[in-house]
């Protein structure tokens, strides 16, 4: 069983930097890819980044260029560091696992980027 606990979340001012941490504190055997969502106020959830186990990285646009996902697999832990952050970043964060047995989520992290 894939359990996710997230953490590095909470209020940063536009121009700023935060990582999140995910890790998989269950069985990490079988993981593809670990990576992030986010879902912002009154918006669909949508792809941040995603990294596999053989570190093929894929950003979204919107952070590409200002955004590194990285993994760890000794730690079973998937990283996002987030720099020039713009209030329109602010959002749910969701860690998300891409394994053969199935997808697994995280339950979310707030991310308020405001001055």
């Known amino acids: 069983q894939v359990q996710l606990v997230e953490s590095g979340g909470g209020l940063v001012q536009p121009g700023g930097s935060l990582r999140l941490s995910c890790t998989n504190t269950?069985?990490?055997?079988?993981?593809?890819?670990m990576g992030w969502y986010r879902q912002g106020p009154g918006k669909q959830r949508e792809l941040v980044a995603d990294?596999?186990?053989?570190?093929?990285?894929n950003y979204a646009d919107s952070v590409k260029g200002r955004s590194t996902i990285s993994i760890d697999t000794g730690k079973n832990t998937v990283y996002l560091e987030m720099n020039s952050l713009k209030p329109e970043d602010t959002a749910v964060y969701f860690c998300?696992?891409?394994?053969?047995?199935?997808?697994?989520w995280g339950q979310g992290i707030q991310v308020t980027v405001s001055s």
């Open positions: 269950g069985n990490p055997f079988g993981i593809y890819v």
């Open positions: 998300y696992v891409v394994a053969s047995r199935g997808n697994y």
């Open positions: 990294i596999t186990t053989s570190r093929h990285t």
